[in-house]
């Protein structure tokens, strides 16, 4: 406990910046969620037909799985907190709703008739007859999109919309169970006190209680409203603050290499340029891709072999200069991009096997697996099982038939394989975690592989306005070996220090940085 409490408070400003984070995506989509779902809710109390369209129509949005909805969106509204807090809006709305409406048709008709009876018109008995008396059923429905949309909010970090799931990822990418619970406590913790503040509310605003209750609810709803508008000041201040610098936008995918090499770029631009730097974790390759042609980001680190077969579609084979050369030429002719020269190292993909494995069966090279893929399951990130340099292209060039195959978080596969849960692996050649788990990567006999020297992807458009960076990005090139990057790996993997720092430090020893 005592080592955790430690690791959390060395962490905290990033915690906090990222619960900041958090609080307004899910804060905003719950609150565009009530000023739409309210009036929904009761608009359809009016008409039975529509409030079975309605409430279908909001119930298929819960049906679709979160991490899919997220995927599907980004091509029409592209990446960040915009999409997130739309998406996370549309999650909102069933429990609104549909509280919303069963409040109000719970009414008694003889409360309605008697407040008719009285004089009040149709308003008049919707304000203080029925809302009043539906009000703690619509804040039952309040209270559960905002603690769901809490914890949905974390897979928002995925298309770069930041919060605390940017840490649960990361730490599930590296096998770091403190890391991991820095983003899951902090989530539970702000889940309970929103539920909490929101009681409050209910109290406050309930007309039923006698005078002393509500003098003292009344005080605690101002409580309330003071934090919420000093929440809203911060952020008016922070934004404003912000908008003072130029903000070159940064993407990176979700391994601990490609957040190093985001780390390297941001650092290297708020150090030797008058520009602020704000990192993006995406998902794989296709949305940085997107993301960089759509302008939602302005550069981000990939890899010659990937953008060649998987980006562009290529087939042909070709030296590693010429597909850098080629992938130069289809990026500025089609795209308004480029690609910066290759930073000295290339992380291929690989199979590794225990290595009881390799001496049990004789198994050194990929060809071997022909003799016990049959019995054999294999295991590999997700984006490798749909790639065409990936799964598919891989057992046909070798002509071998796994018995089992699953796709899992990157992160998790290594240690897979060395506690022998699984017989063969894809992993990145330059992770750290081969050397110290002993693994035995498999030679690509018959050179499947492409090159993959890494590289750093930018906007066209955003480096003529900005040759700075450019000229300062261009110091990167060739200044890391593959060894190096193991190494820079390992340590982040073994939680001996940050991305930042670690990313910081290794500038610093090439002496790219003071």
Known sequence: MTIFLNYFVSRLPEIGKLLNQHIQISGIAVLVAIIIGVPCGIMITKNEKLSKVVLSVAGIFQTIPSLALFGLIIPFFGIGAKPAVFVLFLYSLLPIVTNTYIGLKNVEASTIAAAVGMGMTNFQVLLKVKLPIALSVIMGGIRIATVSMIGTTTIAALIGAGGLGDLIFRGI??????????????????????????????????????????????????????????????????????????????????????????????????????????????????????AIKNGDIDIYPEYTGTSFLSLLGQKEMLPPRDIFDKVKEIYNEQFGLDILEPLGFENTYALAVNRDFSEKFGITKISDLKKVSKDSYLIGGHEFMERVDGLKGMVQAYNIDFKRVNSMEPGLIIPTIHSKKADVGVVYSTDGLLEKYDLVVLEDDLRFFPPYEAVITISNKFKEKHELVEKELDKLKNMFTNKDMQILNLKVTEGLDSEYNTAREALRSKGLID
Do not use: W
């Open 173 to 290: 990418a590296t096998s770091n169970n403190n890391l991991v619970l820095c983003g899951a406590i902090p989530t539970a913790i702000l889940a309970f006190v929103a539920n909490y503040l929101l009681g409050i509310v209910e109290k406050a605003l309930d007309p039923l209680v006698n005078k002393n209750v509500k003098t003292k609810n009344r005080r605690n709803l101002a409580f309330v409203s003071i934090l919420f508008f000093s929440f809203g000041f911060f952020q008016i201040q922070k934004y404003v603050s912000k908008n003072r610098y130029t903000v070159v936008k940064i993407g990176h995918k979700t391994f601990t290499e490609q957040r190093i090499l985001g780390n390297m770029i941001a650092i290297m631009i708020e150090e030797k340029t008058p520009y602020k730097a704000v990192l993006n974790e995406l998902g794989g390759s296709n949305i940085n891709f997107e």
